[in-house]
Structures are given as C-alpha cells and as structure tokens.
C-alpha cells in the first residue's frame, strides 16, 4: 500500500547541499515534509536563527556563508582536541554515547603516539639534566635531538 501511495504521489525532487563527508556537494532527495516555500522542515527554530545570522555575517564577508550548527560543533571538537583534551574530554563535551564514536570521527586530528612519545623523551631528557626542553646550555635556539622511537610486538 505504501509503495502505491508513493507512486501515485511522489515527493518532489530537490538538490541539497550535503556536508555528511566534510565537502560540501549537491545531493538529489526526495522530502516528505517541506515548508510552504518547498525548503526542507528544519530540526528546530535555532537553526533557522543561525542561518540568519550567518547569513547577515556573510554578507559584511565576516565568515564564510554555509557554515552550519553542525560545522560549529566540528570546530569545536578540533579546537579542544589541538589544545590537548583527551578523547575522554571531548567525547564528554560532544554527548558521545558510545566511546568509539569521539576517535573513530576525530582521530585524524590527534597527534598520532610516536611523535607525543618523542616530544615527552625528549622533555624528560632535558629536565633531567637542568635544562630547558630543546635548548642546549647557553643557547636560544632549540637543538636538534635525533631520537628514534620503536615499537616492539606491534
């Protein structure tokens, strides 16, 4: 009954623009529910409120028109995650309901083990002999520290 209905009285055809991937493309879809003007029905009237705005702001080029609840929330995770929140801290702050949801969408943004490995040795090593990380006694600029870290039964 239900595929009859749709054949008799299909939703109208409309191009969206789609940002599920991180690119902003054109996506074809059909909408059951639309406003008077043929938009889609949005998930709360905050949203319309921010597209006003960033819409206003656009136009006096203060940011980049398009940007989205949802681009915001985005930049938000990144911005915890370059200031060194754990995964902990952000899944707590994003409401992740499960914990594998936080690195599986952000993990290309954490630095990856070898090189915060690198970093706390070489911290270590020259906190242990007086010295301010990077820098050799008597010198501004920091050295340069060959270390060569290596996994093992990996």
Not at 27 to 55: E, M, N, Y
Not at 106 to 122: K, N
């Amino acid at each position: 009954m239900r595929q009859a209905h749709l054949k008799a009285c299909p939703a109208p055809s409309r191009a969206l623009a789609d940002t599920s991937d991180g690119t902003r493309r054109e996506r074809k879809v059909r909408l059951a529910f639309t406003t008077d003007s043929g938009d889609p029905v949005q998930r709360s009237p905050c949203a319309r409120t921010w597209r006003r705005i960033v819409k206003e702001a656009s136009a006096k080029e203060a940011i980049r028109d398009g940007i989205t609840l949802h681009t915001l929330r985005h930049t938000y995770a990144s911005l915890l995650i370059k200031h060194g929140e754990s995964v902990k801290g952000v899944r707590k702050r994003l409401g992740h309901s499960s914990a594998a949801v936080t690195p599986d969408t952000y993990s290309h943004l954490w630095p990856d083990s070898d090189s915060t490995t690198r970093r706390a040795v070489e911290q270590g090593l020259s906190e242990t002999q007086g010295e301010k990380p990077g820098a050799a006694p008597g010198q501004t600029e920091p050295r340069k520290v060959p270390v060569t870290i290596r996994s093992f039964g990996r």
